[in-house]
């Protein structure tokens, strides 16, 4: 039996894949994050977990988490991030609420009221992008859930680079005209919801917004098939898709 702070100082050299994979080495990772917190203009107070890089100023990037809520996997990447270089910034859109079933996650995804989640987006953007350690370029992450939100809150609020792993896309151009930044997309060629049909139709939206071609990419996996503590989880194509966001954020933050 590995003592905690042994257990937290290997995750620092430990590959994202070994650490996801892993209960224990998630929760370690998770418990380097700082917790952070903000008052909204209703007065309510909303959380994230903050993970900085070694050295500074650095590029932002806001985590935003699954319909699970924010949990160890979503914090690990956070602390991942962080170790690419950047100031990661996972944010809670569920009040402090995890779930560890289907149907508490649909509960929790459902009591969302939409314009206090645009509200606390747009303040954790504008906190990353105004952060004293920070360069100012801010980019956004989401998976699933949080993946239709990110796009969301680079529409609201326009970042320099949007990543979304199998999240909503469906938008009409009048909106997509707003943002700034490229976006890139990962999608599950078996996924039921997230589809071809959604995702050329936003492609097609984009283009009549006059936006860059969006960076989509395709696998031949299932809907969370990131996720490592979900039954579709595709380490391949996880690692694929890991290694094309870093690439990614890296351009164009």
């Known amino acids: 039996m590995y003592a905690r702070r042994d257990v937290v100082k290997s995750v620092g050299m430990l590959p994202l894949a070994v650490i996801l994979a892993d209960p224990v080495l998630a929760r370690a990772a998770a418990s380097t994050l700082e917790d952070v917190s903000l008052i909204l203009e209703n007065g309510d107070r909303v959380r994230a977990s903050v993970a900085m890089p070694e050295v500074t100023p650095a590029p932002a990037v806001i985590l935003i988490h699954e319909w699970w809520g924010l949990n160890d996997y979503i914090k690990s990447t956070a602390a991942e991030f962080a170790k690419a270089g950047y100031i990661a910034v996972a944010i809670d859109l569920y009040k402090g609420q995890v779930a560890s079933t289907p149907e508490e996650a649909r509960a929790y995804m459902g009591a969302v009221e ?60 009048e909106a997509l005209r707003a943002m700034e930044g490229p976006v890139q997309g990962h999608f599950a060629t078996e996924d039921k919801w997230i589809n071809m049909e959604m995702v050329g139709g936003f492609v097609e939206e984009m283009k009549k917004a006059g936006q860059p071609d969006p960076e989509i990419y395709w696998y031949e996996a299932d809907h969370a098939f990131a996720n490592p503590s979900g039954g579709r989880y595709d380490q391949a194509d996880a690692q694929l898709a890991w290694s094309r966001t870093v690439a990614f954020l890296k351009a164009h933050l």
């Open 114 to 173: 939409a314009p206090i989640a645009g509200e606390t987006l747009a303040r954790w953007i504008r906190w990353a992008g105004e952060h004293e350690k920070g360069t100012g370029r801010v980019g956004t992450v989401g998976w699933c859930f949080g993946g239709g939100w990110s796009l969301n809150a680079s529409i609201n609020s326009p970042v320099d680079a949007t990543v979304i792993y199998y999240g909503n896309v469906a938008k009409k151009a």
